[in-house]
C-alpha cells in the first residue's frame, strides 16, 4: 500500500502533463500556422509574415460577421445574467419544494448533446412563427449560457453574509433597496465574471448558431463557410488566433473576478465547481 501510495503522485503528475499535452498541443500550431508565408499548414514553414492579419479589416463579410457576434454575445451576456442572478439568488436563499430538481432543469444543457438542443429549438422556433434571425440565435445561446452563469453567480452568493441584508431592513430600507444597495455590489465581481463567460461562450458557439441563424451570419458560421475553400485558410487561421487569444483574455479575468467574489463571501469554489 505503501508502494502505490508513493507510485501514485507520480503517476498522476504525468498523466495530467499527457492530457494537457494532447489537448492544447494542436491549439499551439493555430498561431504557428497563422504567420507561414505559405497557404498550406506543413513544416517547414516556408517564412514568417503578418499578411494574413493585415487582410482581416479588409474582409467586408468578416466585420459583418463580426457585429453579428458581438451583437449576439452582448445580448446573449445580458439576459443569461439576468436571468442567472434570479435562479441563483432563489436557488441559495429559498428552500421549497422541487427545489434540487429546478437546479437540475436549469443544468441540462451542459450535460445534453448540444445538437439535440439545437434542433430541439428549430422545431419550437418555427412551431411558434418565428423567422430564423439573430433574434432566435440570442435565445439558443440564453439556453446554453444559463447553467454557466448560475454555476459562477451561485459561487456568489452562497455564503454571502445575511445580517447586511437584516442590518439594512432595520435602517428602513426597501427589499429592492437592499437588493439593489447591498447585495448586488457585493456580488458585483460574480456578476461581471458572468457576463464575460457567457460572452466568451456565445463568441465560440456554432452548432446553436448553425441552426438558428437566419441570413446573418455569426463569426464561427463565417469561419466555417471559408473552410470549404483552400486558399482561405491563412485567413481562418489568423482569425482563430485572435478568438483564441480574446477567449483567454476573457476567461482570465472572468476567474480574477470569481475569485474576488469569492474571497468577499469566503466561499471557494471553483468557476466551474
Known sequence: MTAIRRFLPG????????YLLFLYLPVIFLPI?????????????????????????RTPALIDATWNSLIVGVSAAILSTVLGILAARSITRYRYPGRRAINGLIMAPLVLPEVIVAISMLLVMLQ??????????????????IPYSMTVLTSGFEGFDRSLEEASADLGESAFGTFRRVTLP??????????????TISLDEFIIAFFLTGTEATLPIYIWGQL????????????????????FVLMTIAEILRRRAARRTQNGGGLYA
Not at 230 to 247: D, E, M, R, Y
Request: proline share 6%; charged share 5%.
Open 186 to 199: 457585493m456580488v458585483a465581481p460574480a456578476i461581471i465574471s458572468s457576463l464575460l463567460v457567457c460572452f
Open 228 to 247: 470549404r475553400f483552400a486558399a482561405k485558410l491563412p485567413g481562418v487561421l489568423a482569425l482563430g488566433t485572435l478568438l483564441l487569444f480574446a477567449s
Open 128 to 145: 411558434l412563427g418565428l423567422s430564423l434571425s439573430l433574434f432566435t440565435v440570442v435565445l439558443g445561446h440564453v439556453l446554453v449560457c
Open 33 to 57: 500556422f497563422s504567420i507561414n508565408t505559405a497557404a498550406t499548414p506543413k513544416f517547414p514553414l516556408s517564412g514568417v509574415t503578418l499578411h494574413w492579419y493585415e487582410d482581416l479589416p
Open 11 to 18: 503517476w498522476l503528475s504525468s498523466y495530467a502533463v499527457l
